[in-house]
Every structure is written in structure tokens, then in C-alpha cells.
T-cell receptor, first 112, second 112 residues
Framework: DGGITQSPKYLFRKEGQNVTLSCEQNLNHDAMYWYRQDPGQGLRLIYY???????QKGDIAEGYSVSREKKESFPLTVTSAQKNPTAFYLC???????????FGSGTRLTVV | QKEVEQDPGPLSVPEGAIVSLNCTYSNSAFQYFMWYRQYSRKGPELLMY????GNKEDGRFTAQVDKSSKYISLFIRDSQPSDSATYLC????????????FGTGTQLKVEL
């Protein structure tokens, strides 16, 4: 079945550490997105990519980095510069025809 | 003021009730409107998609868009306990990247 796979489901990060969240899709979608979800704040856009080897900052890109070397993959690195990384991270993809996103099941990141 | 406003609830209704969920927005450029359902600790799933103004029906769900009032609604008929979830509205101006702006979500509980 086609879909988006995010891993790991739960991730714990120590202070000062960089961690990478995986996002893989087999939907043949061109566009991919990373959102962060916090209680009471809704989903906020971190980065997005419309095509391989190209990506743009979203509203809250500081402390995060991404790459898009393959159409299927859009990993997100949470760097030590991100001061408040504890959140639920969601990856999504879209066909480019404005029909809405398909989301992965999310990664819950906790700083310990 | 947020671009998209959504009452967070929680909203509790008896099984079989008609549920009305709403969002207001301030950006008149929005023309693509979506409703997502999110179960606890899961990624959102697309329920309804509407372009511009009007109504759209799919089974027990009806989405309405009133662009003149900048107001969108989702109606759920014959609500079931399995409808208990958080409902997110989302919208886009269809521009570069098709970035979605989300409401904060309304938590719904349908009780037996």
C-alpha cells in the first residue's frame, strides 16, 4: 500500500545533541513537508520541498535542517540550536494538484 | 490575531447527534479548504476538500465554505463514538509550495 513512513515513532534527545527524523513516501508525490505540532498551537510549517535537491524554509525553520536527495525521502535534522525541540513532528506529501496532504503517523521527540 | 481561528473545545455530544465544527479566517486569498481528522498520537487524515465557496457532501460529512464571511464548517450527521477525535481545518491560497495554514483543532467526544 502507498503511504508515508515516519521513523522512529518515539525519539529522545539529550541536550546539545543533533537528531534526525526519517520520512519516506512511496506515493510518487513531488512535494513534501515537515510540520511541528504543539498543544494549543496547531501545526506549524518547518520546511518544505517541491522538487528533488530544492527546499524552502517555513515559518519556524530556525534550529532545523533538511535535505531532499531523493524524491521518496525528506529527512529532518533537529539541531542543538533548536531550544525547545520537544514536540510531535509530522511529515506530509502532496501531488502538487492542491488536493490536500497525506500525512505520516508522526514522531514524538522528547528532550531528556 | 491568528490567520485561522478554531474553537479548541472539548466538544462532547451524545451518539447520533449532529455535530457542527467551525473555523474563521482572515486571509481573503485562501481558496482551498480542507478538514482533517486526527486520532490521538496519530497523523491527520484528510476528510473533506473544497475549492472556493459552496457545499460538499460525503456520506455523513458535509463541508461548507462561505468566503464572503470567511467562515467554514464541517457537519457530522449521526455521530458515532468512532468519530471521537480532533478535527483540524486547513486552508491554502494555492500559491507557491501550496503551504497549508491550520487551525488549532477542535477535540470532539461522542458518548454512548
Amino acid at each position: 500500500d502507498g503511504g508515508i513512513t515516519q521513523s522512529p515513532k518515539y525519539l529522545f534527545r539529550k541536550e546539545g545533541q543533533n537528531v534526525t527524523l526519517s520520512c519516506e513516501q512511496n506515493l510518487n508525490h513531488d512535494a513534501m513537508y515537515w510540520y511541528r505540532q504543539d498543544p494549543g498551537q496547531g501545526l506549524r510549517l518547518i520546511y518544505y520541498s517541491q522538487i528533488v535537491n530544492d527546499f524552502q524554509k517555513g515559518d519556524i525553520a530556525e534550529g532545523y535542517s533538511v535535505s531532499r536527495e531523493k524524491k521518496e525521502s525528506f529527512p529532518l535534522t533537529v539541531t542543538s540550536a533548536q531550544k525547545n525541540p520537544t514536540a510531535f513532528y509530522l511529515c506530509a506529501s502532496e501531488t502538487g494538484k492542491r488536493y490536500g496532504y497525506t500525512f505520516g503517523s508522526g514522531t514524538r521527540l522528547t528532550v531528556v | 490575531q491568528k490567520e485561522v481561528e478554531q474553537d479548541p473545545g472539548p466538544l462532547s455530544v451524545p451518539e447520533g447527534a449532529i455535530v457542527s465544527l467551525n473555523c474563521t479566517y482572515s486571509n481573503s486569498a485562501f481558496q482551498y479548504f480542507m478538514w482533517y481528522r486526527q486520532y490521538s498520537r496519530k497523523g491527520p487524515e484528510l476528510l473533506m476538500y473544497t475549492y472556493s465557496s459552496g457545499n460538499k457532501e460525503d456520506g455523513r460529512f458535509t463541508a461548507q465554505v462561505d468566503k464572503s464571511s470567511k467562515y467554514i464548517s464541517l457537519f457530522i450527521r449521526d455521530s458515532q463514538p468512532s468519530d471521537s477525535a480532533t478535527y483540524l481545518c486547513a486552508m491554502s491560497d494555492g500559491g507557491g509550495g501550496n503551504k497549508l495554514t491550520f487551525g488549532t483543532g477542535t477535540q470532539l467526544k461522542v458518548e454512548l
